[in-house]
């Protein structure tokens, strides 16, 4: 309904369009009447007295059509996705952890990093600009070469790895669904003795 003032008619006995449909108004009592054309762009109501209320929506103007704005990441099955923009460069399907409102490379060896663990980057960028970072659901890298049903833990300067890590922190990040494919769900961490 629109913000615009009804146009109130009073009438005795007329033809008025209620719900598209044609009626006689005659001391309050509505009956069917022959077909009348009406303008597209008014609803007719008729209260409990003899008065017709006609009520015209206002004409919508486009003033100007926004651009198409950048594809966002390819979807796969249940991922999560944050953004947070780049300390450093930072290389894509790399763990990284925010310092300081910015992402940064996640390292088994800084045991500090390991409650700080976010996600995978989802593709190369720039200091300063967002990085997509994936914090769950399934991953697919064509150049990965995973073993099937094994863990993939945190490495060292934030490199994916499926050998254990024996210093710092172990952190299992997700297991590999396929050679080229991992479902990303962090565990808690393991801090290592030295």
Known sequence: MSNCAPEIIEVGES???????VVVVVDSVEQPADVVETA?????????????????????????????????????????????????????????????????????????????VLGITRGAVSAGALAQIQTGGLMTEPSWAWTPDAPVFVGPVGTLTQVPPTTGFNLIVGV???????????RLPIVLQE
């Open 15 to 21: 033809e008025v369009i209620v719900d598209e449909q």
């Open 40 to 116: 597209s762009d008014e609803i007719v109501t008729v209260d409990a007295g003899d008065t017709v209320i006609v009520t015209r929506e206002p004409e919508i103007t486009l003033i100007d059509v926004g651009t198409q704005g950048p594809p966002g990441p390819p979807g796969e099955m249940g991922a999560a996705y944050v953004e947070f923009p780049a300390a450093v460069p930072l290389g894509g399907n790399r763990m990284v952890r925010v310092l300081a409102g910015e992402a940064v490379y996640a390292d088994h060896t800084t045991v500090a990093d390991a409650n700080l």
């Open 176 to 186: 590999a669904t396929s050679p080229t494919q991992i479902f990303i769900g962090a």
